[in-house]
């Protein structure tokens, strides 16, 4: 009976040392902050669009039980609405028992105070201001939703994809022997965009140069503006009517050329999928001989890229905004965001989108096989030269790589 007893006890014994081997790793507690989520959160309130945007990129849109009004992406639309970000409904984010609410700091200190001392967790994400905050800000969010090893490595491989992304896209700019100047802005009061921003930044992506780098006192960006003369100026939605009425601005490239353009600031501020839908929108409407390929969904759900891959823009008369015109669609609106300085650490890539380039050629082959095809009529008298122009047919499949160079450009 002592050697059953002792044979259940190691059996036991041996299965204890097993659960805690290190192939099932521990997710939870995770702390953020000295904020502590001690387990999986089931039910998750989103109020910040852009950690909305995040969660979509990295696969979990389905974790989001409730939303507020500012989070229009479409993975979203059947999810209920608990009000605005900076004011949302006590009641019914209470109603929800939620075990987690990721907010911005637009929420008021009143609605935090108030959820924080009913126990309610509340996570205030700020936006990441280069390449390697934003790989942290992945890594925190996915901690919190995925776990502590799981989440965070599923952060981590998301952001550096967007990042090789973006990279991949600014290798196919054109190069130019001009400098191109450009700036974003928020407001006609002088609220840019600044280079010191991860949406200043999505400016410098396409090689052009902000001329809104630091911040000035009341009017300096304005100034800053007149005095650069850039050669394309995006502003937020009813920003651009304000700039064309604006006597100070009317000597300007920009206003001259109908380089004016609208892209709602919620939508440039969000830092998931969409920063890579408005790199692409911004190259192709400064050079508009490229057409961009997007892949398919390593940036974002399938369901987010249709709604924010193409930003609003304003209607010009220009052929620029002619040709930019399917590239566009209807973003909502909300106060511009800032957030605390980080270090980067950018990430390249191969671009993946070459693979359907290289189909092109192939399809003109039987134009280039044409001229060697006639060769054989010249050559009549001497039946086996036929037979030696064989191998020169195989000489379009030895350029392939120079007639592709064209295309390169058209990811």
Excluded: W
């Amino acid at each position: 009976m002592k050697k059953i007893i002792a044979i259940v006890m190691a059996a036991l014994l041996a299965f204890a040392l097993c659960s805690c081997s290190p192939g099932a790793p521990e997710e939870y507690p995770v702390t953020l902050a000295a904020i502590t989520v001690t387990r999986r959160p089931e039910t998750i309130v989103c109020l910040s669009d852009s950690v909305a945007d995040i969660m979509i990129a990295c696969g979990y849109a389905n974790r989001i039980t409730a939303r507020s009004d500012e989070c229009t992406q479409s993975a979203l639309s059947d999810v209920d609405s608990v009000g605005k970000k900076s004011s949302p409904s006590y009641n019914k984010i209470m109603d929800l028992h939620p075990d987690v609410v990721f907010a911005d700091k637009t929420l008021s200190d009143e609605m935090y105070n108030k959820l924080r001392d009913n126990g309610v967790t509340v996570l205030i994400m700020m936006p990441a201001k280069d390449s390697e905050s934003l790989v942290t800000l992945y890594e925190n969010i996915c901690s919190v939703v995925g776990g502590k090893v799981t989440g965070k490595k599923n952060g981590s491989e998301k952001a550096f994809s967007i990042l090789m992304t973006m990279s991949d896209l600014q290798r196919i700019v054109p190069e130019k022997n001009v400098v191109v100047t450009a700036c974003y802005l928020y407001d006609i009061d002088g609220h840019t965009a600044l280079s010191s921003t991860m949406e200043g930044k999505i400016l410098s992506y396409t090689n052009a140069i902000n001329v809104c780098t630091t911040d000035s006192p009341s009017g300096g960006n304005i100034q800053k503006i007149i005095l650069s003369n850039p050669d394309f100026i995006f502003c937020s939605d009813g920003v651009k009517s304000q700039i064309m009425n604006d006597e100070r601005f009317s000597k300007l490239k920009a206003v001259k050329n109908g380089n004016i353009y609208e892209i709602d600031h919620l939508i440039m501020q969000r830092q998931g999928g969409s920063m890579t839908d408005v790199l692409s929108f911004l190259i192709e409407l400064m050079y508009p001989e490229l057409k961009i390929t997007k892949n398919s969904g390593d940036t974002s759900a399938d369901k987010e890229k249709s709604e924010v891959s193409k930003p609003q823009t304003s209607k010009s008369e220009t052929s620029r905004s002619e040709n930019s015109k399917s590239q566009t669609s209807k973003p909502q609106t909300s106060k511009p965001e800032t957030s605390k300085p980080q270090t980067s650490k950018p990430e390249t890539s191969k671009p993946e989108q070459s693979k359907p380039e290289e189909s092109k050629p192939e399809q003109s082959k039987p134009e280039e096989s044409k001229p060697e095809q006639s060769k054989p009529e010249e050559s009549k008298p001497e039946q086996s030269k036929p037979e030696e122009s064989k191998p020169e047919q195989s000489k379009p499949e030895e350029s392939k790589p120079e007639q592709s160079k064209p295309e390169e450009s058209k990811p």
